[in-house]
């Protein structure tokens, strides 16, 4: 199984091991992602391209990641790359697809979520959350509850006086972590949010 | 006396030739969906059409995006099961078998081989019920609308089923890291059995319908060809996949929770197009029929959860309420949820849509620091613009039919 | 006595004539032919499909007409999860719909958000439509669907439909289970 590691740490001496559990994996830097991408793709015959997320390590140094999941058809076995974006304050990442198409819409994901830029997309734009979105909801400092903003369509705010809110989190969520685990984030709201109860009315209801 | 006037017509060849450029007009942007029947959920399709041909098509989807990766963040590993069902809901079971597998393998937990069974069963009783429906909304594009009432009545076979053995008819939540939430009930695996009776007549009859319908064949041959080298780029798997002509299916290559037990066959189409679609699935039918009577056949004797893993499982309540050590271990597992070790895992099970993908990064304790979900129907949906354009405005219902996606999985 | 009332019919006695309130005519026709909008977006969505298979039959109630088209449908069941991003669609599907209309939010989803508590869904249907029925469940299942359609022909059997006829009317919500 670590045979694949070793080749390519032959071949490229900027590849170093990854731990992991399960598949080998590597962590390439960004600057050389494309060209070991390339022979990723024709010498080693790695042809599909399963899947591409981005990750917020945050960390005070390289906080941006974006791990790729490679399938050998032929092999049947799988390979993961993890790389790092240079920069924490605009993250960016050369685009795989040029060489697999379906990094499309994962790139246009992992920059939906974490503002990760993908140089070299041919249309990097939001894919799940609508245009004109202001966060990027995966990262780390983003509560899950969301931040209060405007209804994507103004006809329907103006018609209903609806907003994006933060949603209600009753007290949740609903589990207890230990000191060297409670990695969650300060930002999130905890049990002691009690804004919005039954007993008081939905906005829009009377009393 | 009649004079002949001569008529000048000029180059009539350039003339027809400006006029027609003249008429070709403008294309036509087509905004199908995001509610729309035949877009099997809140797809949003933009096609720009010439006349009735489709010259681009570009999908909007993240209409059901609810935030499931960010929840995952704050939830343990057991409380975020029922979020799992949700994703392909065709097919909860074969989502909750996918996400417990994933991080049995970051926590390196093998199952006991009961326990491997009960999944094998559900996962291919949830292929059965997936498959049905597909065919069935496939047919009902197409115009056969015989064919969903006929699956339907099956699934609700199928869901009497779910029931008495998860308590929900769909969105079962049944299994938990390390092994299933309860064991089978007396006389289920008869009850399973009269259903592998009944629903292969019916699989039959579907095929008997559709396979040499003159209609549905003109519907469906040689429509939405996907090429071997464009499934293999797009990263399509499943039933999408192995009608292109690509050998993979996840249950022989890489065998997990003990498939590799069973005899069955995978079918491979060899055109790619909607048709070949439509018989690798009927086909699939059939053999998962084959796998759960070989798997109720075979059904080991012996405990249905990891009874090693004494941080992960919660023990059965019988336990719980009378042992300390239970109890204990109850209290620790539902507060600060079953405890995996750090690491990073990328699991993937052959789902009925395709492969469905968990990468799992843990740092200890029992919520993960991120999980990111893999959902085959994404993917399917990636591979739109390259099939559509070319076609006529009316293959797209057979198109999507064929492609079997569902949106919860697509947005997460 | 402006309460509704039940006719009967005798044609040997009262000749081929009947004589009814218009509410109690004009209400009859509405409560037997709705004519539900499947909003399906999630899971619900499927229940909704099985609530109209041969198994729970939403066609004994005249509800089987299930029109994709707001124009020819009388009320929107909102059954699944909405977004944020859908709720311009649910909202303009709603506006578009010819008065009388009735929404019944199935599922908890449709209720008030559900289970997902996040940035993206929209914390209850009924911050953008008024909503006329609750269905609670996830996903409830169709004879808990069929219940909520009841519980809809109830209301819509009280409803003063023929004072104001050609003013619009105002919804007010009923949870499922409450007496009425």
């Known amino acids: 199984m670590d045979t694949i590691v070793d080749t390519l740490k032959a071949r490229f001496p900027f590849v170093t091991p990854r731990p992991s559990s399960d598949t080998p994996a590597v962590n390439v830097p960004a600057d050389q992602l494309l060209a070991f991408a390339q022979v990723l793709r024709d010498e080693l015959r790695y042809d599909m391209l399963l899947d591409l997320c981005g990750v917020d390590w945050d960390v005070a140094s390289l906080r941006f990641g974006v791990v790729y999941q490679f399938y050998h058809s032929g092999k049947k076995c799988f390979l993961r790359v993890a790389t790092l974006a240079p920069d924490n304050m605009a993250p960016a990442v050369p685009s795989l697809a040029g060489l697999w198409p379906s990094a499309d819409w994962h790139e246009r994901e992992a920059y939906d979520m974490f503002g990760i830029r993908f140089d070299g997309h041919p249309n990097l734009k939001r894919i799940l959350m609508w245009d004109g979105y202001e966060f990027y909801p995966l990262r780390k400092e983003f509560p899950l509850a969301g931040i209060e903003s405007e209804l994507p369509a103004a006809d329907t705010a103006e018609a209903t006086g609806a907003k994006v809110i933060a949603a209600p989190m009753m007290g949740g969520p609903f589990y207890s972590g230990t000191e060297e685990h409670y990695h969650m984030s300060s930002a999130e709201p905890r049990a002691n949010d009690q804004s919005w109860t039954e007993d008081k009315p939905k906005p829009g209801q009377k009393g | 006396m009649p004079t002949s006037t001569e008529i000048n017509l000029g180059d009539v060849g350039a003339r027809s030739a400006a006029y027609a450029e003249e008429m070709q007009g403008e294309h036509m942007t087509l905004n199908v969906g995001p509610s729309h029947p035949t877009t099997h959920g809140v797809l949003r399709l933009l096609i720009e059409l010439d006349g009735d041909r489709v010259i681009k098509c570009e999908p909007v989807i993240g209409y059901l995006h609810r935030g499931d990766e960010k929840i995952a963040e704050n939830m343990t590993y057991n409380q975020f099961v029922p979020y799992t069902d949700r994703l392909d809901y065709l097919a909860p079971l074969a989502n909750n078998v996918a996400y417990a597998l994933a991080v049995e393998k970051l926590a390196k937990l093998e199952m006991p081989p009961r326990c491997q069974a009960i999944r094998v069963i559900c996962c291919e009783l949830a292929r059965i019920s997936s498959h049905l429906l597909g065919l069935g909304v496939f047919g009902m594009d197409a115009g056969a609308w015989t064919i969903f009432m006929y699956t339907f009545t099956q699934r ?257 | 006595m402006a309460t509704h009332t039940e006719f009967a019919y005798n044609s040997k006695v009262e000749g081929e004539v009947v004589v009814s309130q218009a509410d109690a005519v004009i209400n009859w026709v509405r409560t037997h032919s709705v004519w539900p909008m499947p909003m399906g977006l999630a899971c619900c969505a499927i229940e909704l499909m099985a609530a109209g298979g041969a198994r729970f039959d939403i066609s004994r109630f005249g509800m089987e007409v299930m029109r994709f088209s707001p124009r020819q449908s009388d009320c929107m069941i909102v059954a699944g999860t909405v977004t944020y991003k859908m709720a311009e669609v649910v909202r303009r599907i709603y506006e578009q719909m010819a008065a009388p209309k009735w929404v019944v939010a199935m599922g908890a989803c449709a209720s008030t958000g559900g289970m997902y508590r996040s940035y993206a869904v929209l914390q209850g249907v009924d911050r953008i439509v008024p909503v006329d029925v609750y269905i609670s469940g996830c996903p409830p299942r169709p004879e808990a669907l069929l219940d909520g359609m009841m519980l809809l022909q109830e209301k819509i059997r009280r409803e003063p439909s023929a004072r104001g006829l050609l003013k619009p009317r105002a919804h007010e919500p009923v949870a499922v289970g409450a007496k009425l």
């Open chain 2, 156 to 412: 609700e076979k199928l869901y009497t089923l779910f029931e008495e053995l998860t308590g929900a008819r769909f969105t079962t939540s049944y299994t938990r890291i390390g092994g299933v939430a309860r064991d089978m009930p007396e006389g289920w695996l008869g009850r399973v059995n009269k259903f592998c009776q009944e629903v292969l007549p019916v699989i039959d009859e579907v095929d008997k319908l559709l396979t040499r319908n003159k209609i549905f064949l003109q519907r469906t041959e040689g429509i939405g060809v996907i090429t071997k080298q464009d499934a293999l780029a797009y990263g399509i798997t499943g039933a999408n996949l192995r009608a292109a002509g690509i050998e993979a299916d996840l249950r022989k290559d890489n065998p997990y929770c003990g498939y590799e037990n069973y005899d069955f066959e995978v079918p491979i189409g060899t055109r790619g197009d909607c048709f070949d679609r439509y018989l690798v699935r009927i086909e699939e039918i059939r053999q998962s029929v084959r796998i759960v009577r070989q798997a109720v056949e075979k059904m080991p004797e012996g405990p249905w959860y990891a009874e090693s893993a004494k941080k992960i499982f919660d023990p059965p309540k019988s336990k719980v309420l009378s042992s300390m050590e239970e109890l204990i271990q109850n209290f620790m597992i539902v507060t600060e949820g079953p405890q995996i070790p750090a690491g990073e895992v990328y699991f993937e099970a052959e789902n009925p849509k395709g492969a469905l993908g968990f990468y799992i990064v843990s740092k200890g304790g029992g919520v993960p620091y991120r999980l990111h979900i893999k959902g085959p129907s994404f993917v399917s949906l990636g591979i739109l613009p390259k099939i559509m354009p070319g076609h006529l405005l009316t293959d797209i219902t057979c198109i999507l039919g064929s492609l079997d996606f569902v949106l919860g999985e697509c947005d997460r």
